[in-house]
């Protein structure tokens, strides 16, 4: 877990041209800074992706159209990085739902289990039917069994 200095070393490296040799341009619209050999090593489709691209001391560009938004993006990109997913105040089921179909698409699985964990706090009465939807469309038991229990429990509380 960081600690609130390391995430600003994190900030600090991202802003310094000698670590961020690649910008990422998310639909046209949105730049994000970044470092090519961790996107490598986080991620088997950036390592294809970038390949024998990289040139030592010279900023890289990729152009990525995407259907997810930007700040989700941007946190999947930093987690490949980091290997820590940082949260910003207020995400969602909705939010988290987009950043566990980003680990799947990309194949992510330890990013995966986390966003399935945090589904999991996630599932209410609200949700629980959406939640089961996507477990089963991403293949995640743990999320799958979560709901079954909640909704077993939900109406067991019904029928008392």
């Known amino acids: 877990m960081l600690d609130d200095e390391e995430f600003e070393d994190f900030l600090e490296k991202q802003r310094n041209p000698r670590y961020s040799d690649l910008v990422v341009e998310v639909n046209q619209l949105f730049q994000i800074k970044t470092n090519s050999a961790e996107l490598s090593i986080g991620c088997d489709f950036f390592s294809f992706l970038l390949g024998n691209r990289y040139q030592d001391n010279q900023e890289e560009k990729i152009n990525m159209d995407i259907n997810f938004n ?3 993006f941007e946190i999947f990109l930093s987690y490949l990085q980091l290997d820590y997913v940082v949260i910003p105040l207020g995400m969602g089921c909705k939010e988290w739902i987009e950043l566990a179909t980003l680990a799947d698409m990309y ?3 330890r990013l995966s289990k986390i966003c399935e964990q945090q589904l999991c706090n996630l599932v209410d009465d609200f949700s629980c039917t959406e939640l089961m939807d996507f477990s089963l469309e991403v293949k995640a038991p743990v999320l799958s069994e979560w709901c079954a229990d909640f ?9 008392s």
Request: net charge positive.
């Open 151 to 159: 909704e077993l429990r939900r109406m067991t509380r019904i029928g």
């Open 107 to 109: 194949c992510v699985a």
């Open 70 to 72: 930007y700040v989700i």
